[in-house]
């Protein structure tokens, strides 16, 4: 990762509103829950949510990881002792509106809370966002009546292991995972529809559910987009850096969508090229990925209605995530993780961020800043416009 002097953790909000941070739990019951050893469980989530709020004078910061989720970070070596959030934990929602539009947020790999920053900084511009903790895909899930459930690699398709087996076998079991979070969107949007549900406590009443949009980061980009396709609730989606392993890669969503994609240089290669460098094992397995990545993300940005995509110079995988922005131990595996990283953590974030408010505030109709999507500017020199 390139040097850098910015401080450790996270950036603070730059809008207007203080941020609250609740969480609660949804049970859909219509659902089984696949992952499960026993059959009859039903799907049931944690749900992370920041939205404007409106605390007392002086209340204290909510803890970055609280304690029974610190485990969620141990698996990238995140120093997380003591770290603090920028949220207030219960805190009363703002009145400046009657209700605040909402954002899905679908992670990967990891809760939600490993994308606070972001959470934080689109609750500070009057947003509701909706973090989904995709139960068995995280290192520990806790509910709120103190139930611990562990993670289940099969929840994770095998992405944070080594690769093996026939590579269209891998590709289906991605594809099925995505389908699976995507209903988890539209299973946490039921939950919040229903009229008789205070179980967001706060937020009950809160959250503008005509102005709805989706995002998601690597899997869970796919999901949103997946989610949008398919229901009409959702009026905008966006991908952060998500290869899309589902349909919508193949036939696009015609709805408005952003795509804002690293940089990819393990694709610069042929198949055989990628094995002699000891990049790949397998030649076709490679190509075949590639070309699912770049064909998907060239089919959404030609069907959006419109379509954006941006392409963020120096960044990596990982740069979507708080990592970069945290202290990380010796021994994490992030640190190779991020090697290749060359962008500063903060300015990756507010280049993120810019691009999330310019679009959902056009689409929702929300205040927001004005549009970078239009093409090169001065301002953000960083990013090249249009599918790699």
Known sequence: MQASTEPEGLPAPTGRHAVGRVSFDCVDETRAEIFSPDPT???ELVVWAWYPAAPEAGAERAPYLPE????TGQFLGLDADGLRSHAVADAPVAGDQPAYPVLVLSPSGFPPLLLAAIGEELAS????????NHTYETGVTVFADGRTIPVNPDAQAGALGPQAGPYEDRFRQRAAVCDYKAADLASV???LGRPDDDAPGRLAGRADLSRMGAFGHSFGGDAALEWCRHDRRCLAAANLDGALWTEVGRVGLTRPVLQVLAEHPEFAHSGAEAVAAGIATDDAGYDAEKGITFDGWRTVHQHGRPGHTVQVKGATHLSFMDVPLLPLRSESPARAMLAATQIPPRRM????CDLLLSFFGTQLQQAGIPSILAGPSDDYPELSFGPP
């Open 189 to 191: 949007a039921d939950r």
């Open 68 to 71: 029974p989720w610190a485990p």
């Open 349 to 352: 974030w507010r280049i993120t």
């Open 125 to 132: 511009h009057g947003y509701v966002v909706l973090g989904v």
């Open 41 to 43: 469980d039903r799907r």
